[in-house]
């Protein structure tokens, strides 16, 4: 099992940055890759950053390419998102996730979310 914790959303204005934390704990050995998903009133859950444990390469939604950067820090277990150049539409509540393989494919772990407002 494997437990994950986000802190570090809140209230921001548009042009402005949050920097996003998600502490991961228990079975952390068993972890390939961590990401950033995030859910906006009325829509569906989405991805927003990847970034994998072993080689550290990431990957983007395309709408925060150059805005957001995904990074972790091994030592303390911590994957983070740092939002730059904030805008209206990045308003959702951010979930951190980590995958694991189970043997007959990928388990998702989930974090209880933390919510990102971005004002006008």
């Known amino acids: 099992q494997v437990q994950l914790v986000e802190s570090g959303g809140g209230l921001v204005q548009a042009g402005g940055s949050l920097r996003l934390s998600c502490a991961a704990s228990g079975s952390i050995f068993s972890i390939s890759a961590m990401g950033w998903y995030r859910q906006a009133p009325g829509k569906q859950r989405e991805l927003v950053a990847t970034?994998?444990?072993?080689?550290?390469?990431?990957n983007y939604e395309d709408s925060v390419k150059g805005r957001f950067t995904i990074s972790r820090d091994n030592a303390k277990n911590t994957v983070y998102l740092q939002m730059n150049s904030l805008k209206p539409e990045d308003t959702a509540v951010y979930y951190c996730?980590?995958?694991?393989?189970?043997?007959?494919?990928?388990?998702?772990?989930w974090g209880k979310g933390t919510l990102v407002t971005v004002s006008s």
């Open positions: 996730n980590a995958m694991a393989p189970d043997g007959s494919g990928l388990r998702h772990y």
């Open positions: 970034i994998t444990t072993g080689s550290g390469s990431t």
